[in-house]
């Protein structure tokens, strides 16, 4: 059982918490905790260093629930055999995505008793958090994002997405909390040293996203729901974080959204993990 600090962990004066291990092209895990209860989002970083930030932000890996996969892709898996086999944590991801990670090179220990299957749009509950999988377009085997209602405040993880559909839309727009692919600028892409393959693999319809079309998105349906956004899952070689946050501050301010006042603003760090965030 997790070490619950709360006898209720649907309690609205415990707050919700949420931490970025890591995010981009070298790997990509998240933390979500509420009332003692957590759970992770990917693993694809080692498993010596998830243990390590989570110690150093005072979460205890028995807390952990869960692990939420989003595809197959090797830096968002890594560390998914340790923690399913060997911590005995479940791993809930498609039969599709599940295949994926067993056929993976990178994962030497095969998912075996912590295997979990998900449906896409069929919601599950782990602890506090109810979760919904959803399709989004990406080259891995099978590819989701992940919406997740806890404490009656929803949380939409969308990385690894070549553009946004009306489906992925609809979850984006449920968001009190989004974190949201901003993985190149369109500029620096073009200029780049990739070869031509890859730069159309990136800015395909079943790639990534670029700074522009989240910002061009999020200027178009911000709510006053919406609280935090956070961009993530940012190139090394074809971004800035500064680059990243100023397309969207200045696409958002066109449209008379404040970011600092109406909405907070971050871009998730690549291989540092980010502070501890403390959320109503």
Not at 103 to 123: F, G, I, N, Q, W
Not at 129 to 135: C, V
Not at 223 to 234: F, G, N, Q, S
């Amino acid at each position: 059982m997790p070490q619950s600090t709360t006898n209720n962990p649907t309690d609205k004066t415990v707050k919700v918490e949420f931490m970025s291990l890591a995010s981009g092209s070298s790997g990509n895990c998240y933390y979500l905790g509420h009332g003692g209860y957590g759970i992770l989002i990917d693993a694809g970083i080692g498993i010596r260093t998830i243990k390590k930030h989570l110690k150093d932000a005072g979460i205890p890996m028995q807390s952990i629930q869960g692990v939420f996969v989003t595809h197959d892709h090797a830096d968002h898996i890594k560390a998914v055999g340790h923690l399913g086999e060997k911590l005995h944590i479940p791993v809930y991801a498609t039969a599709l995505i599940h295949e994926g990670i067993n056929k993976s090179y990178c994962v030497t220990e095969k998912l075996c008793d912590s295997v979990r299957y998900l449906e896409k749009e069929a919601p599950v509950q782990c602890g506090p958090f109810r979760i919904t999988s959803f399709e989004v377009p990406h080259d891995g085997t099978d590819n989701v994002g992940y919406c997740i209602e806890v404490n009656g405040r929803f949380f939409s993880f969308v990385t690894d997405i070549g553009e946004i559909t009306p489906l992925a839309a609809r979850y984006i727009n449920k968001a009190n909390y989004l974190i949201l692919e901003a993985n190149y600028d369109e500029e620096m892409l073009k200029a780049g040293v990739y070869p031509a393959y890859l730069k159309q693999r990136i800015s395909g319809k079943n790639g990534h996203l670029s700074n522009l079309a989240a910002a061009n998105f999020l200027a178009e349906n911000i709510t006053e729901d919406l609280k935090y956004i956070w961009l993530c899952h940012l190139s090394k070689d074809n971004n800035h974080p500064e680059l990243a946050c100023k397309t969207v501050e200045w696409k958002l301010k066109n449209k008379g959204i404040v970011v600092g006042k109406d909405v907070q603003l971050f871009a998730l760090k690549r291989n540092t993990p980010s502070e501890l965030y403390l959320l109503e």
